[in-house]
């Protein structure tokens, strides 16, 4: 049986290659070359599908929010507006494919802990009246710039991203709302309401509600649940103390994903449910406002499993007594997780699918860095110069992250869907890595 890690499309053909999307991945590779990306339009669709469903069938005003951050190009942006999410951007790139992919500028959200006066301008110019504040000094900034962009919106709707001081348990790169943490303005520091009362000042900006995001790769519901308990106790605080209205209430993403056979993704259903009914009586017990426009923003838990990263197997050493290394011509170039913090994925060889896992290897990149090991322990059958080998969940955070270590191209991108692939982002060139050089 196929691995549960691969997109929603994939199957196995009669000549035992894998199939994604009604294309034969090893076709794929001969046509576009290794390393490639292959996304499947069909799980992108189904993951937002299930995302919009699961909390717009229990919350009334509700906003789903794609974080670009785990990965953002302009085929993305056309999928994801015609799929009704909105965006979580975070720099003016993101902001101009948002726009021409045609995006309202109601269903994006400035996030970042230090936006710079481009980006703001950026994003004022395009009517974007959303931000989430991260910090004191942005304050100023945001409304001395809102004063001299003009736009139909003369106000800046903002939300303060707070730091709940609550451990994820999850990696400590990926912990975000403990106290020592970059993003976010502290509750019990006062940080957090100084910020409120400095907003309140300034007459073209408006504080409509709160936000929290404690980290990524989050399975521990209870963690999320108190951080929401926590932060509405703010709320309360505030409104007893100012008539703070909370009208907006986001709650981050960090939705957990299942990388390997270890760990199963956290349940979308169960876990609406879950924070939507801890949501309604954590407002009712503090007496908030029940209507209030509740806002997700995952990232990762929408596009991860729709990408699959393939490789060509370049070499395989054994080293007597110790472990045999298979090199693909891939690695921390194109997915530096493992080397940043550890990501541990599941590895299948492609061009012969059906083949039982008899060998434990070691799958080394092609980077100049002794730490540039995708797996540490991958099971596989035999393996042997030539094979096709694929990382599943190889949507998020990879290609975003990527990088030209050692002049190397980044890979070309192909989205399947229903039988046809089409090429989204082409293979780097010599002259594209040059192209910056004077
Ligand atoms: C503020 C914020 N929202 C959402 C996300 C998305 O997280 P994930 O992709 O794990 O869902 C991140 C990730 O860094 C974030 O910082």
Same mark, same amino acid.
């Given at each position: 049986? %196929?691995?549960? %890690?691969?997109?929603?499309?994939?199957?196995?053909?009669? *000549?035992?290659?894998?199939?994604?999307?009604?294309?034969?991945?090893?076709?794929?590779? =001969?046509?576009?070359? !290794?390393? /490639?990306?292959?996304?499947?339009?069909?799980? @992108?669709?189904?993951?937002?599908?299930?995302?919009?469903? $699961?909390?717009?069938?229990?919350?009334?005003?509700?906003?789903?929010?794609?974080?670009?951050?785990?990965?953002? &190009?302009?085929? %993305?942006?056309?999928?994801?507006?015609?799929?009704?999410?909105?965006?979580?951007?975070? *720099?003016?790139?993101?902001?101009?494919?948002?726009?021409?992919?045609?995006?309202?500028?109601?269903?994006?959200?400035?996030?970042?802990?230090?936006?710079?006066?481009?980006?703001?301008?950026?994003?004022?110019?395009?009517?974007?009246?959303?931000?989430?504040?991260?910090?004191?000094?942005?304050?100023?900034?945001?409304?001395?710039?809102?004063?001299?962009?003009?736009?139909? *919106?003369?106000?800046?709707?903002?939300?303060?991203?707070?730091?709940?001081?609550?451990?994820?348990?999850?990696?400590?790169?990926?912990?975000?709302?403990?106290?020592?943490?970059?993003?976010?303005?502290? +509750?019990?520091?006062?940080?957090?309401?100084?910020?409120?009362?400095?907003?309140?000042?300034?007459?073209?900006?408006?504080?409509?509600?709160?936000?929290?995001? +404690?980290?990524?790769?989050?399975?521990? !519901?209870?963690?999320?649940?108190?951080?929401?308990?926590?932060?509405?106790?703010? $709320?309360?605080?505030?409104?007893?103390?100012?008539?703070?209205?909370?009208?907006?209430?986001? +709650?981050?993403?960090?939705?957990?994903?299942?990388?390997?056979?270890?760990?199963?993704?956290?349940?979308?259903?169960?876990?609406?449910?879950? !924070? !939507?009914?801890?949501?309604? =009586?954590?407002?009712?017990?503090?007496? /908030?406002?029940?209507?209030?426009?509740?806002?997700?923003?995952?990232?990762?838990?929408? +596009?991860?499993?729709?990408?699959?990263?393939?490789?060509?197997?370049?070499?395989?050493?054994? @080293? #007597?007594?110790?472990?045999?290394? @298979?090199?693909?011509?891939?690695?921390?170039?194109?997915?530096?997780? #493992?080397?940043?913090?550890?990501?541990?994925?599941?590895?299948?060889?492609?061009?012969?699918?059906? =083949?039982?896992?008899?060998?434990?290897?070691?799958?080394?990149?092609?980077?100049?860095?002794?730490?540039?090991?995708?797996?540490?322990?991958?099971?596989? #059958?035999?393996?042997?110069?030539?094979?096709?080998?694929?990382?599943?969940?190889?949507?998020?955070?990879? /290609? #975003?992250?990527?990088?030209?270590?050692?002049?190397?191209?980044?890979?070309?991108?192909? %989205?399947?869907?229903?039988?046809? &692939?089409? /090429?989204?982002?082409?293979?780097?060139?010599?002259?594209?890595?040059?192209?910056?050089?004077?």
């Amino acid at each position: 049986m %196929l691995s549960a %890690l691969f997109p929603l499309t994939a199957r196995p053909t009669e *000549s035992n290659h894998l199939e994604l999307g009604g294309c034969d991945v090893v076709a794929l590779a =001969e046509k576009f070359g !290794t390393p /490639l990306y292959i996304f499947d339009e069909a799980t @992108i669709r189904a993951q937002a599908a299930r995302a919009l469903n $699961a909390f717009r069938s229990r919350w009334n005003d509700v906003v789903v929010l794609y974080a670009t951050k785990a990965y953002f &190009a302009p085929f %993305l942006a056309r999928l994801y507006h015609e799929l009704g999410v909105g965006l979580d951007v975070t *720099s003016e790139a993101e902001i101009v494919i948002a726009k021409h992919a045609g995006f309202d500028s109601e269903k994006i959200y400035v996030h970042g802990n230090n936006k710079t006066p481009e980006e703001i301008r950026a994003a004022l110019h395009s009517n974007i009246r959303h931000f989430v504040v991260d910090n004191l000094d942005e304050i100023s900034n945001l409304s001395e710039l809102a004063s001299v962009v003009r736009r139909p *919106s003369p106000v800046v709707h903002c939300l303060i991203r707070l730091s709940p001081n609550i451990d994820a348990h999850t990696h400590r790169y990926m912990t975000t709302g403990v106290a020592d943490s970059k993003f976010g303005l502290g +509750i019990s520091d006062g940080m957090a309401e100084r910020a409120a009362r400095e907003i309140s000042q300034h007459k073209n900006l408006q504080l409509v509600g709160l936000h929290f995001h +404690i980290g990524s790769q989050v399975f521990d !519901t209870d963690a999320l649940r108190e951080a929401l308990h926590a932060v509405l106790d703010v $709320a309360a605080d505030w409104k007893a103390k100012f008539n703070f209205e909370l009208s907006e209430l986001n +709650i981050g993403g960090g939705w957990g994903v299942a990388y390997n056979e270890m760990h199963s993704t956290l349940e979308m259903d169960a876990f609406a449910e879950n !924070t !939507t009914r801890a949501l309604r =009586e954590g407002l009712r017990a503090r007496d /908030l406002n029940e209507h209030l426009k509740l806002i997700v923003e995952p990232g990762r838990g929408l +596009i991860a499993r729709a990408g699959v990263a393939m490789y060509r197997v370049g070499s395989v050493k054994e @080293i #007597p007594d110790v472990r045999t290394y @298979i090199a693909i011509d891939g690695g921390m170039g194109d997915n530096v997780r #493992p080397a940043l913090y550890g990501a541990q994925y599941a590895a299948f060889l492609v061009n012969r699918i059906n =083949e039982n896992a008899t060998r434990e290897y070691a799958i080394a990149g092609r980077y100049c860095e002794q730490g540039d090991v995708l797996l540490e322990r991958a099971h596989l #059958p035999e393996t042997r110069v030539g094979d096709l080998l694929a990382i599943p969940v190889a949507g998020a955070y990879q /290609l #975003p992250m990527a990088s030209n270590y050692n002049l190397i191209p980044r890979p070309a991108v192909v %989205l399947v869907n229903d039988g046809n &692939a089409r /090429l989204v982002r082409r293979r780097e060139t010599i002259q594209d890595m040059l192209a910056c050089d004077v």
